[in-house]
């Protein structure tokens, strides 16, 4: 379990197909720390630490996560947000975020607005019953909150200091963007179909 709040910015170091995708991660971890197998979000996705070295990691992707990512746009160089997972007693500063990614939702728009800088998100149409005004969703791993939904598009604003602290400041229209809805209206969506 995550709480969406970035906690490292990584690059990609190599990524290879091997049957699996392949990849090796630079972090600021203290990688002694992090024992081999670990969970460590990247991008939002939920990914076990196989190998690790001094200010890297490596990662096994399977064709299943890559097909309900973005994770085909990894190459050398990428920028990715980096989250350990929770520990009991940790601040819950985000919300429940499990790693498990739900789609990919596309940037169609960006405006600035003062400081702050507004993206309107188009969802797959299967995922957006589940997004909510002032609800929040996980995108890239980072926890936020939803301004507003019209139909399967939903705004979020981005303050100076999220661009700063995240790979959100990298971002542009057209780009792909991992979306995982909040659990609780899942489950809450889940109960009405029920009834």
């Known amino acids: 379990m995550f709480t969406g709040i970035v906690t490292d910015i990584g690059r990609i170091l190599e ?5 699996d995708l392949r990849a090796r991660i630079e972090t600021r971890y ?3 720390a992090v024992d081999m197998g670990a969970s460590i979000a990247c991008d ?5 630490v196989v190998g690790k070295g001094e200010g890297w990691f490596d990662v096994d992707i399977s064709a299943e996560t890559v097909s309900k990512t973005n ?3 990894w190459s050398p160089g990428k920028r990715v947000n980096l989250e350990r997972s929770l520990r009991v007693g940790d601040e819950l500063g985000g919300h429940i975020v499990s790693g498990h990614v739900d789609g990919v939702a596309e940037v169609i728009s960006m405006q600035d607005e003062g400081d702050s800088t507004r993206v309107i998100m188009r969802a797959p149409e299967a995922l957006a019953r589940f997004i909510a005004s002032k609800g929040s969703v996980a995108l890239n791993g980072t926890s936020l909150t939803v301004n507003e939904v ?3 598009e ?3 604003n981005f303050i100076p200091h999220t661009k700063k602290v995240t790979t959100w400041g990298d971002v542009n229209e057209g780009d792909h963007v991992n979306l995982e809805i909040d659990t609780l209206a899942r489950y809450v969506a889940r ?5």
Do not use: K, Y
Request: aromatic share 4%; proline share 0%; with cysteine.
């Open 15 to 19: 990524a290879e197909q091997r049957g």
């Open 44 to 48: 939002g996705v939920c990914l076990t």
């Open 191 to 195: 109960m009405r179909d029920m009834e």
């Open 150 to 152: 019209d139909s399967n």
């Open 71 to 73: 994770l085909t746009s």
């Open 154 to 156: 939903f705004g979020i």
């Open 30 to 32: 203290n990688m002694a």
